[in-house]
């Protein structure tokens, strides 16, 4: 069984954040960067099934050559290849650029399972999974917490809200966007290391792909116009009247402008 998984390398949590000039994007200067936590618990669930049914796990990523990190620690915990789609500048591309991009990217491949982290840390659009589907017209499911193989399919187990869950029976192949936490994540090895810088990396420029706009870039669909903190404001309101009336005001308020209660 041939599994691809889509990561993503996105700045990690204990960065310096601050805006760009632009007022556009996330000053990159200072930054430290990761895999996707979502990501990284897909990469997980591909390489138990491998271990379990056998084949071999794919790891795909879009990025500048500084992916080339996360790349490696994918190949370090157990991925067998991977493809690096080489994009200078992912901030400026939206789900439907980015799936366009993977998806030209697996022509080739002819992957039995697609899997992807729910959504991504940075931007958390948590669209690319189900638009990379549709692109390459595969059934999928989102939220998945467990995945089994079955013959000529899949059994997965979806989260569902209050506690609920949903099982559904796919067939291969299909793609299917792993939620976090769904096991125990492993680390890269002393050999999984050595091995990671003899494994293949297949580089594919992103104007190579025939899906570029006119500047070399996939035309995105959605852009970021302004970003920018959220104010900081404290504001402190005094009730008059005796305890009654202003637990009677502070009630009003916790219900109908807080609508805390």
């Not at 700045?11 to 310096?16: E, G, Y």
Request: charged share 25%; hydrophobic share 45%.
């Amino acid at each position: 069984m041939k599994i691809v998984v889509a990561i993503k390398q996105v700045p990690a949590r204990d960065s310096l954040w601050r805006i760009a000039s632009s007022g556009k994007w996330i000053e990159e200067a200072d930054l430290s960067y990761e895999i996707n936590e979502a990501d990284a618990y897909a990469l997980e669930a591909g390489l138990q099934l491998k271990e379990a049914h056998g084949g071999e796990v794919v790891a795909l990523c879009a990025g500048p050559a500084r992916v080339t990190q996360t790349i490696r620690e994918a190949l370090a915990k157990g991925a067998d290849r991977a493809i690096h789609v080489e994009e200078d500048d992912p901030g400026a591309l939206d789900p439907l650029a980015t799936a366009r991009l993977l998806a030209a990217a697996l022509h080739s491949e002819a992957p039995d399972l697609v899997l992807t982290g729910l959504q991504s840390d940075d931007l958390g659009y948590g669209q690319t999974g189900a638009i990379l589907a549709e692109l390459l017209g595969l059934p999928h499911a989102t939220i998945v917490m467990q995945v089994e193989k079955q013959d000529g399919g899949i059994r997965v187990k979806r989260e569902l809200e209050d506690g609920w869950f949903q099982h559904v029976e796919m067939p291969l192949p299909a793609l299917i966007a792993i939620q976090s936490g769904i096991g125990k994540l492993r680390y890269a090895t002393l050999m999984g290391i050595k091995k990671a810088k003899t494994k293949q990396v297949r580089r594919v420029m992103a104007a190579d792909l025939g899906v570029a706009g006119p500047e070399g870039a996939p035309a995105a669909s959605v852009t970021i116009e302004r970003l920018y903190l959220p104010e900081r404001t404290k504001r402190a309101q005094l009730f008059e009247g005796n305890p009654r009336e202003a637990a009677a005001q502070l009630v009003e308020k916790l219900r109908f402008e807080a609508r805390v209660i």
